[in-house]
C-alpha cells in the first residue's frame, strides 16, 4: 500500500497537487491511502509500502513551520518520493535551507545519470518559488544550477523539485516498482 502525503493547507490545491498522482495509481491498479501531515503516526507511516509526499501551492509554505511533523523522515527505512514541497521538506529535514526562486512552466532538463528511468534530456513542468540546498547525504541527477532531483546516497529517499504527475508520470511508476531493497 503506497501512502500520499498531502502538504497543502487547501482543500482546493488537493485538485492540482494530489489527485492527479491518485489518478496514476488508481488507473495501474495500485493500492494507496492519502492523508495530511498533520494526522500522521508511525502506525500509519510503518503500515505502508512505499510513501510519496505531494506537492501543494506556491504560495502554501505552512509545512515549513511544521517541518517537526517530519522528523520520521531520518530513520525510515521505506522508500520515499518527495515531489516538489516533499523535496523542500526532505531538504529540512536532513538540513537544507531553502531559498526563493520562482521557476513556473516547462524547461528542459538534463538527467546526467539515470534517475527512476529518467536519463538525457526531458522536459518537466516546473511550479516553485523554492529551492533547495541539499547536505552531504544527497546527489544531484541533473545539470541544472537549481538541484532538480535527488536521491540519498544510501537510503531510497528521492526528491523532484518538478512535478512528474503533469509530464513525466513514468518517473512516479518507476518509484512505485521499486524493489524495496534496492538501492539504485
Excluded at 521557476?103 to 528542459?108: D, H, I, L, S
Excluded at 528511468?117 to 526531458?122: A, D, I, P, Q
Excluded at 513542468?125 to 533547495?132: A, G
Excluded at 546527489?139 to 526528491?159: C, D, P, R, V
Aim: glycine fraction near 6%; include cysteine; hydrophobic fraction near 40%.
Amino acid at each position: 500500500m503506497i501512502l500520499l502525503i498531502k502538504t497543502n493547507k487547501e482543500s482546493l490545491h488537493e485538485l492540482e497537487f494530489v489527485k492527479p498522482i491518485e489518478n496514476i495509481l488508481k488507473q495501474n491498479k495500485i493500492g494507496f491511502f492519502t492523508m495530511h501531515y498533520s494526522k500522521l503516526s508511525m502506525k500509519i507511516i510503518n503500515s505502508s509500502e512505499k510513501i510519496i509526499i505531494c506537492g501543494t501551492s506556491l504560495q502554501d509554505n505552512e509545512f515549513a513551520e511544521d517541518i517537526s511533523k517530519f522528523k520520521w523522515i531520518k530513520d525510515c527505512e521505506k522508500p520515499i518520493l518527495g515531489i516538489c514541497a516533499g523535496m523542500q521538506i526532505i531538504s529540512l529535514v536532513f538540513g537544507g535551507k531553502l531559498d526563493k526562486k520562482p521557476e513556473v512552466g516547462f524547461y528542459k532538463e538534463n538527467f546526467t545519470k539515470e534517475f527512476l528511468g529518467l536519463k538525457g534530456e526531458h522536459e518537466v513542468y516546473h511550479l516553485h518559488n523554492n529551492y533547495i540546498t541539499f547536505p552531504k547525504e544527497f546527489e544531484s541527477f541533473t545539470e541544472s544550477k537549481i538541484l532538480q532531483a535527488i536521491k540519498h546516497k544510501t537510503k531510497n529517499i528521492f526528491g523532484v523539485l518538478f512535478h512528474p504527475e503533469v509530464r513525466n508520470k513514468e518517473l512516479i511508476l518507476n518509484f512505485i516498482n521499486l524493489k524495496n531493497n534496492s538501492i539504485i
